[in-house]
């Protein structure tokens, strides 16, 4: 089905222009403009391609593509759970209490494709939560992380998760654990921009720059509230905290003073 005269018109007016602005915007009378949009008449190519240029969009979309219903659906991105969304469990038989599953990092690129199968779920290791700190009601979940961008949390630490059904109560600056369909399972500190359907992923390891992820792209949210890891952190490597930076800064100025003040007496 053509759709050129319905998306020229709708194109035009989330410009919010008249069809006399537009044509002189694109270099066509005004007549012509409501022609198109009424299907009257059809732009010549290079009227086509300047509309293209004009509403950044390709050929293809402009006339094949009903581009409103397009908009429509990316606005329909349920981020506030209330379609049904399917997040298989597993229950100890004997107590009747869900159960933690852990993700490994060998298990991450099966758990994209199995994240709603209950069976592989099911097979995936599984243990009842010991924390006394953590209420029983609530979906945990452990993912193993690799890489170093989260120093000093260190790679192939498990993340202790709870699961979000609402996006929108993702609270900027604090860590999460991403399923994503591009990106996989990521493992960072969140920006909420929402509003514009996207999240700002950042790393604790200032050597990796901040990122955006659409909304679309997200599979399941999952906020982490501790970790347990069995490699303990080198302490020649544990980053500078506030204070000992500070004590740092002030040594390497009286040393620098130090060494003046002995130049000035020897000259």
């Known amino acids: 089905m053509n759709f050129l005269g319905e998306n020229i018109k709708w194109l ?3 410009k ?3 069809q006399e602005k537009l044509s002189a915007k694109i270099g066509v009378k005004r007549a012509l403009i409501g022609a198109y949009e009424e299907g009257r008449a059809e732009p010549k190519l290079r009227t086509i391609l300047t509309l ?4 950044d969009v390709s050929i293809d979309d402009l006339v094949n593509t009903d581009l409103s219903a397009q908009k429509a659906k990316k606005n329909s991105i349920d981020m506030k759970g209330e379609k049904l969304r399917i997040l298989p469990i597993t229950v100890d038989q004997q107590t009747e209490r869900e159960l933690c ?3 490994p990092v060998k298990a991450s690129a099966g758990y994209l494709k199995g994240y709603g199968d209950i069976d592989y779920i099911e ?3 599984k243990f009842p939560l010991p924390f006394p700190e953590l209420p029983k009601d609530r979906t945990y979940r452990l993912f193993q992380i690799s890489g170093d961008s989260m120093l ?4 192939k630490s498990y993340i202790i998760c709870q699961y979000v059904d609402d996006w929108h109560t993702i609270k900027s600056e604090e860590c999460y654990v991403l399923i994503t369909h591009y ?3 990521v493992y960072k500190r969140v920006i909420n921009n929402l509003n514009e359907q996207e999240l700002i992923l950042k790393s604790d390891n200032p050597e990796y720059k901040p990122y955006k992820i659409q909304a679309s792209e997200i599979i399941e949210v999952w906020k982490a509230l501790g970790y347990t890891s069995f490699e303990l952190p080198d302490t020649q490597q544990v980053p500078l905290n506030t204070q000992q930076l500070t004590e740092t800064i002030i040594q390497l100025k009286n040393d620098v003073e130090f060494l ?3 130049f000035i007496k020897d000259e």
Request: with cysteine.
């Open 183 to 185: 990106e996989g399972i």
């Open 12 to 14: 035009r007016k989330q």
């Open 52 to 55: 293209c240029h004009y509403f």
């Open 101 to 103: 599953t852990i993700v």
């Open 123 to 125: 097979a995936l290791p």
């Open 16 to 18: 919010a222009l008249t």
């Open 260 to 262: 003046k003040q002995r």
């Open 152 to 155: 000093p949390v260190l790679p």
